[in-house]
């Protein structure tokens, strides 16, 4: 199938489930995620309409970004301190961000460095963070207090990797958002679905989905 093709498919199943959840399409955003996907290929997806991609390694996040600056790179995957700086440098958005010694590390470099970084907070509500990461429900707050509203990392919204079978999670995802929208006085996205999922996602409030092997086809590395 070519990569029109596929996206095609997979638009017209987005439109299905917001048109089964009453939503307008507009309202979701549809992020494709290139880990391991090759430059041509994201070239190919960004000809068709498409300039933002999520990755999950920051070293073949860099590469790709260094490759081809006129493309943007948002990072999805686990982020270490020793890899904040160029995390910093060449991602447009960091979505992964779980913890506070690392907010507070991302804020001494930005502030550094002299940019600014919309982030995301990956939370984990199901206890698989030492796998994918993400921050329980219970350590939300210290990350916040990090954050501190520092406006060289605007908050933008919450991200979460919901374990498969748990068919709970969206919706406890979409409360959580609700609650701390009220808590923080500010709107907060919320980044959930993958190409297995993302009907689901979709009902119950998902404001972007990432869209990996739908998008592209199987990974290639
Ligand atoms: C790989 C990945 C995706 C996309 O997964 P698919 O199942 O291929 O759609 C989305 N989000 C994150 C964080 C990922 O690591």
Redesign the pocket.
Known sequence: MSLQDRITTLQNRILRACELAGREPVTVELLP?S?RQPLALIREAASLGFPRF?E?YVQEGVEKALAAPDLAFVL??PLQRNKAKPALQHFREIQSLDRPDLAERLRRLAAELEVTCPVWIQVDLWDEATKLGGCGEADLPALFEALGGDPRLPLKGL?A?PPPDEGAAFGQLADLRERLQQDLGQSLRLSMG???DLEAAIAAGSDQI??????FGE?RT
Not at 210 to 215: D, E, P, S, V
């Open positions: 995620v880990k999520g999950n999805l995957g991200m990797i993958m190409s297995g990432r869209i990996g092997t739908a998008f990974r």
